[in-house]
């Protein structure tokens, strides 16, 4: 078992004495296009340290890493205010974003696109989202059609997370069989389109409310796809993307706390440095009210957060305890962010304060991975199941 108490101390030091310095020097901002060069070189680096790929298996060069230290470790990032977090442990296109597809991945899958994604020399995405598709996955209209040892896929998804770095994507898609008129949900895996090979067209950068450049529409105009593409079994990709849905849905909880920390912490800074009438402002109850409550339901949110993920690490079915995780740690980060803004008055009001970015960005987190309303409606019917 890692011992992940050296790993975080590990990964400390590399966010506070590298990351963040390397980001000033090169003027990072987490609202503009990122270059490839940054974001293979923190690849690079997390690779060389261990970090990138943690939660890969052993013979794949990971240390098996399960998903409660996964969760630690997204917590420090998140934390810390790092514009390249996400590439550290292969959030946004790497190792991550594999996972236990790994184990329907054929022998040839894994060594052609599994391993170069591992070693940080390549990215992916996981491509199931469309333009009348968010929610209602069975509402997907990309087609596959059967053409010799090939399939010709045609159709649009939108909101792709970490597409702009992707080599290649797991693509669910509605695969027509001609034989019986039958459609079925397979996954796809599908180059990018370049010079040397087709595949898949990268569409409009789709820019949202934090302003970064990490999401695209992907654009399949009669692309061919080989059939040792198919991932796993015809038939079972929505099952494939949905088998992902709890855990991914537990740990981004990891991200809204860290966010949520990070806000935290920048209020009990300015709190404390901040004067008025004569003394911080961090004497007055109401502001220490403020920072009690935030201090509250971070504290219950991650308590939550752990113990759903020590269940997961088990085996065990939470369904509806991941849903509880998602909508109440979200939740929690749009009320801290709120207080954070109130903390800091008219100074947090302006562009490019690190309160202002993070009030925009915790917005999102109330949609992404599946709406607020959503999870109510799966935590409403796995109460009333029987």
Not at 56 to 80: A, D, F, H, W
Not at 152 to 164: D, E, N, Q, W
Not at 274 to 302: C, K, N, V, W
């Amino acid at each position: 078992m890692a011992d992940i108490d050296k790993i975080k101390d590990e990964l400390i030091h590399f966010i506070y004495d590298e990351l963040l310095s390397y980001e000033e020097r090169h003027g990072i901002d987490p609202e503009k296009r990122i270059p490839m060069k940054h974001i293979k070189w923190v690849r690079k680096r997390a690779k060389e340290l261990g970090f990138y790929g943690i939660n890969m298996p052993k013979k794949y060069g990971g240390q098996n890493l399960n998903l409660k230290g996964l969760c630690i470790l997204k917590e420090e990032l998140t934390r810390s205010g790092a514009v390249l977090w996400g590439h550290v442990l292969g959030e946004l296109g790497g190792p991550l974003r594999i996972g236990k597809m790994l184990e329907v991945f054929t022998e040839e899958q894994v060594k052609k696109y599994a391993m170069p994604v591992i070693h940080g020399e390549a990215g992916c995405c996981f491509a199931l989202t469309e333009p009348g598709a968010g929610s209602d996955a069975r509402a997907i209209k990309t087609t596959a059609i059967k053409d010799g040892d090939h399939y010709i896929l045609r159709g649009k998804k939108h909101f792709i997370s970490a597409s702009p770095y992707a080599d290649w994507a797991i693509v669910i898609a509605k695969e027509i069989v001609c034989e019986n008129n039958e459609e079925r949900m397979t996954a796809f895996i599908v180059d990018k389109q370049t010079e040397e090979k087709p595949g898949f067209e990268l569409g409009k950068i789709q820019v949202p409310i934090s302003g970064e450049h990490s999401t695209a529409e992907i654009l399949f105009n009669e692309c061919c796809v080989p059939s040792s593409n198919i991932v796993g079994n015809p038939g079972k990709g929505l099952q494939l993307g949905i088998g992902r849905i709890n855990e991914n849905r537990a740990s981004w909880g990891a991200t809204y706390i860290g966010v949520s920390q990070r806000l935290l912490d920048l209020s009990i800074d300015y709190a404390k440095g901040r004067s008025q009438f004569g003394r911080p402002i961090g004497q007055f109850q109401a502001i220490q009210h403020m920072l009690a409550d935030m201090a509250t339901e971070i504290y219950a949110a991650r308590c939550m957060l752990y113990n759903v993920i020590d269940k997961i690490d088990k085996g065990e079915d939470v369904k509806a305890e991941a849903s509880m995780v998602k909508v109440f740690a979200s939740e929690t980060s749009n009320r801290v962010a709120d207080k954070a803004m109130q903390i800091f008055g008219g100074k947090g009001l302006m562009q490019g304060h690190p309160v202002e970015r993070l009030y925009r960005s915790v917005r999102m987190f109330r949609i992404l991975t599946g709406t607020s309303e959503i999870q109510r409606n799966t935590i409403a019917k796995e109460l009333l199941k029987g």
